[in-house]
Structures are given as structure tokens and as C-alpha cells.
């Protein structure tokens, strides 16, 4: 039995860049749709946010010259590439999906609704959602984290490349320690960055409990879903 019956799955786009240091790496594209697949098959209701930043960040843009409403524009742009890569990976491994978008570009993606979202869920598609939250100065971690709420997620599970939350950066400061779970108000009074500020708030305000655990193992989403405590767990 899964440990959850519906989840929204926060990828990173960093992560898709895997060794090639940008754009999207087909090999860790393709680990990813295994492991969605397995968890797919296990009867989990999927929902899919995944991030720009291997292709555009608009925050980074806009201190580089570019207006930030459009950085932002460019950015969700950013994060449309990347769901339809998933998306044709997903077609690959055989696991029937759905590109919905936040703002209209059809023939691309369906234009998101909440309805629609959960329809195509319980029909056994995995949806992918793109665009962000539509609105600009707003990043894909509030994106993921209103998409979670709007579909009644149980859980959102957020794939980075670490494997929980520390009390600082691991790949820093070797001294970091893990915490086995976290309450969120004690992620905000340390100032961790699990999330935006945002979108952390968002999560606790909707009691949407957030599972931290290191997607770039290969079989790390499976074992999260079977139950294994292989990362960090923010709850109120």
C-alpha cells in the first residue's frame, strides 16, 4: 500500500540539467519518468510542478537587466519546456499524462483548472502543471505549493538534490545536522530554505504537510511512498 493517495511532486529544474550543467539531460529525464512511473503503478494520483531554472530564472534575469514582469513571463515559459519533456519521457515509459497550463496556450497544454486537474487524476493520468501560478513575482515553490492545496494533495513531496533539511547547507558546512521532521514554525524562526517564505506559509495556513527527500537517487520516490524515512518531513 502507498503512503499516500494523491501527491503533488515538486521537481527541481536544476536537477534536469544533470551532468551537463544546463538544459535538460534525456538520461536524468528518463530516471525521473521510471520513478514516476513505479509510483504511478502503484495507484498514486499524481500532480507535477517542475521548476524553469535550467533554462531561465526571472528573478536572476531582472537583476541582470531584463524587466522582472517579463523575466517572470520568461521564466513560466521556462517551466512549459520542461513539463512537456517530462511529459514526452512520461509517453515513453508508457504512462499516460496531461499538460495543463496557467495561462492559455492551447494547442500546448490545457488551461488549468482545479476540476480538471482532479478529473484527469482519477482517471489515471498524471497531470503536469506549467506556467507557474500564471502571475508574475511569484516562483514555481508557490506555484507547487497552491497546486497542492487546489488539488487536495495529501502530501507535497519536494525532489531536490539533498537528502532532507539540515540546520545549514550540507554541501557547505560539514558540521550540518538533518532533522528527521520539522514543525513549520520552526522552519520559518530558523530561516531554513526549504521554500519560499510564500509558499511555505501557504502550506501551513492549508495544513499540507511537505516530505524533503533527494530525488536524484534513483528509487528514493518509491521508497518515500512505501514508507522508508529517507528524508525530512515539515508538519504543523
Known sequence: MARFKRILLKLSGESLMGKQGHGIDPER?????????EVHEMGVQIGIV?????????LSGSQKGFDRVKGDQMGMCAT????????????AVGVKNKVLTAIRMEPIGEFYTKWRAIEAMEQGLVCIFSA???????????????????????VMLKGTRVDGIYTADPEKDPTATKFHDITYEEVLARNLKVMDLSAVVMCNDNHLPIYVFNMDVVGNLKKVMEGEEIGTLVHS
Open 80 to 91: 512549459v519546456i520542461n513539463s512537456l519533456a517530462l511529459s514526452s519521457a512520461l509517453d
Open 29 to 37: 529525464l528518463a530516471e525521473y519518468a521510471e520513478q514516476i512511473k
Open 132 to 154: 507557474g501560478t500564471g502571475s508574475p513575482y511569484f516562483t514555481t515553490d508557490t506555484g507547487s505549493s497552491l497546486r497542492g492545496v487546489e488539488i487536495e494533495a495529501d
Open 50 to 58: 517542475i521548476g524553469g531554472g535550467n533554462i531561465f530564472r526571472g
